[in-house]
């Protein structure tokens, strides 16, 4: 490979890559990621048992098509999604259903979820394995065969893809933008993905270009993985209309919006969609999984999650199968060190923590995050001294600030005139305050209990 | 089928990693930038200056330390530096020959006046070591306006008289009250060298002892991000291109742009009184505002007030058009055309 000239994180007009520009505001968080950055995914060993939540996207939950006894095959359809933003799930393992119950779930609370049990003498061969010629299918096609296969978000979100590909009436999408900023710290799945996943990445955005019908594709890749995008540069086919950017890294750079004003240097008006500047962001790890899905029949069954941090013996990037339990991932890696005080699933700017080692890696989870004692955060709130840090990070220009104290006043309705709903929510602002005010916790609660009181409001009206 | 919770994980909510600085770090890094200046005051002023700031300090801290024992729901504590930082300013403040016992008062004042009664640290609408200056201006204006000698015979010894003075006894004027180069200009027109307005030889508070070295630790806090480096910029913009002006027009009525730069307290309000971030505005605009505000107030007032020097009250001032100037410059929203007016 090339060695190419860099200059201030960037690269200078290294063959088709982009001088990439960023978002204003944002932070820089130390990022972790060499603790995992040069291991290249390492598949788990199929589990014994398979937990698959009902609901692990946003959205309506999937409606079972199994009952106890069944035997399923890897990749079967086992729950059908129950409107348009919903999603199917397929097994991600040969076997039998044992149990539909109440099962914990990485968002805190019980729900339903399918639980089925290995067939130790199946060979895990897949359901349907046979590639998918999709130069012949309508766009429209494509689009339903995504969404069959059960394609989320793969960055968090696990925002249904299909429904991200259906264009509404009177909207064009012109660009479509691979999402590989990964800037939260520690992950290192969308890298991995980017370094050893090309061909399936290339056949992807072909076919979201086709679904899409639209002329042309962006990789965004953070300066921080530079090397990925050089290789990715030099293996790209010279018939794909598509352009490298990279960026700097910088926190929330992989929020849709601030990715889009980094690639394009247009911002998303107010209250709109990246639909409404004709583009849509997809992750680096959905577009492999849909290349993966023509190329091979593979819906989503599995996905790779990086398993990090202090608190794990053996850091790595698993390719682990949806619904393996967190125990059995950290039985793969070592197990925990005895000073492990949280396990996150997602990055620590966004990430969940969990308190049970039974819940299962789902769709949405990128990683797993083992802090230490010494790792956690432990905030000791001061008073605000309106010190600007806040309001030079958060990327969508609001005034957390001012939101705080009216937050602790619970002036919640106060807090809609200095546009809380605008806040996405990507911590930014928590992470900076030097008085350790719990920002972005109290504006969950607030557009929480707000959005609660418009549905009253809508209810009564 | 489920197991019992793990014994030993915290369940909190993100962010999960935090930025080190902390509100005491931002607090001791003022302190720290400050020490060189104190420093050039006790070269200049020997014992007395040191004894001063001692005295100041202790009483902003006794009083702090009172109010936070008296009031349950007082925030903060005494290790997080903003005390002895009020304290230490407003003992830059003073000049060198008042009684000991004015400064402590002033430091007690400072924070019982400037900030207790406002529910403690964060709460203030004006800066505190001002409020004490104002205080102390107003209650003792002569022990206010009387300026010893810059380096005199002896000084690290020997301290004025006045220094030592009982509380409430009037003290006596020292013999050798000197004119600053403010009052120079203000009542007799003579403009003072600016070697010596920047190397720190001429009269005045404290800390007005040497521009230059107030500049270097001023912009050691702004390359650290510890104050909003616009606030002094816009100071130092404003309060030149006004003087310039005024120069051009008649340069026996007005110094030349220098001057007002360096005479009296206006580099040591300009970094470190007006860019404390609790009484000055939220807003990136609005600290460009603020500090053009308060350099052209420093200038109307040394110019054409009844004062000699204006940087206090300027600054006060532009601290009570606070709430209004964040008010009037929020910024617009991401993705948004422009801000929308406040009803509230």
Known sequence: MAEESIGRGYLLSAGGIHTGKSFANGVHPEDFKHLTRDIAIERLPFPDKVVLPLSQHLGGPSKSLVAVDDYVYRGQPIAESTGFVSSPLHSSLTGTVTAIELHHHASGNMTEAIVIEKDASSPQALFAQHSIDWHSMEPSDVVAMIGSAGFVGLGGAAFPTHVKLTIPEGKNARFF????????????????????????????????????????????????????????????????????VLLETKYPQGAEKMLIEAVFQREVPSGKLPIDVETVVNNVGTVAGVGELFLFGQPLIERVVTVTGPGIQRPTNLM?????????????????????????????????????????????????????????????????????????????????SRLGSLAKARLYEEMVDYHIMDCMECAACSFVCPSNIPLVQRFRVAKGLLREQQKREAAKA | ???????????????????????????????????????????????????????????????????????????????????????????????????????????????GLGKAVFGGIGGNMFNPALVGRAFLQAAFPVAMTTWGPVSGANRFFSAPEALFALPMMSPEVDGMSMATPLSNWYFDGL???????????????????????????????????????????????????????????????????????FAGGFMLGAFFMATDPVTSPLTQKGCWIFGVGAGIMILVIRQFGGLPEGVMYAILLMNAATPLIDRMTQARTFGSERAERFTR
């Not at chain 1, 819940?359 to 605000?384: A, N, Q, W």
């Not at chain 2, 330390?65 to 304290?87: H, I, K, Q």
């Open chain 1, 177 to 244: 933008i691979v999402n590989a900023a990964e800037c939260e710290p520690y992950l290192n799945s969308d890298y991995r993905i980017l370094l050893e996943k090309k061909e399936a990445i290339f056949e992807g955005i072909r076919i979201y270009l086709k679904a899409l019908g639209a002329e042309k594709a962006y990789i965004g890749i953070e300066s921080n993985k530079q090397d990925a995008a050089l290789q990715l540069q030099t293996s790209m086919p010279a018939d794909l209309p598509c352009e490298i």
């Open chain 1, 320 to 400: 682990v199968p949806i619904g393996t339990l967190l125990q059995d991932v950290v039985e793969h890696c070592g197990g925990i060190h005895p000073d492990t005080r949280q396990i996150l699933f997602g990055g620590p700017m966004m990430g969940s923590a969990q308190r049970f080692l039974d819940v299962p890696i789902m769709k949405g989870t990128s990683g797993v995050l083992f802090l230490t004692d010494d790792k956690v955060v432990h905030r000791e709130e001061y008073p605000c001294i309106r010190c600007q840090r806040c309001i030079d990070a958060c990327p969508v220009f609001l005034n957390p």
């Open chain 2, 1 to 111: 089928m489920s197991s019992a919770p793990h014994p030993d994980l915290l369940v909190t909510t993100s962010p999960f990693v935090k930025d080190p600085t902390d509100t005491r770090w931002i607090m001791w890094q003022v302190n720290l930038a400050l020490f060189p200046v104190a420093a050039a005051a006790i070269w200049f002023y020997g014992l007395a200056g040191l004894l001063i700031m001692v005295a100041s300090c202790a009483g902003a801290m006794a009083m702090e330390w009172l109010a936070l024992n008296r009031s349950a729901n007082m925030p903060g504590g005494l290790g997080d530096g903003s005390a002895f930082l009020t304290g230490l300013l407003l003992a830059l403040t003073l000049p060198p020959g008042i009684p000991l016992w004015m400064a402590f008062a002033g430091g007690a004042i400072s924070i």
């Open chain 2, 191 to 261: 403009a003072a060298d600016f070697s010596s307005l920047i190397f720190g030889s001429t009269t005045g508070s404290l800390g007005e002892a040497a521009g230059l070295i107030i500049l270097v630790c001023g912009l050691y806090l702004a390359v650290r991000n510890v104050i909003n480096w616009r606030i002094p910029a816009a100071m130092i913009f404003s309060i030149a291109a006004l003087g310039f002006l005024l120069n051009q027009i008649d340069p026996a009525v007005y110094p030349r742009p220098e001057f007002h730069l």
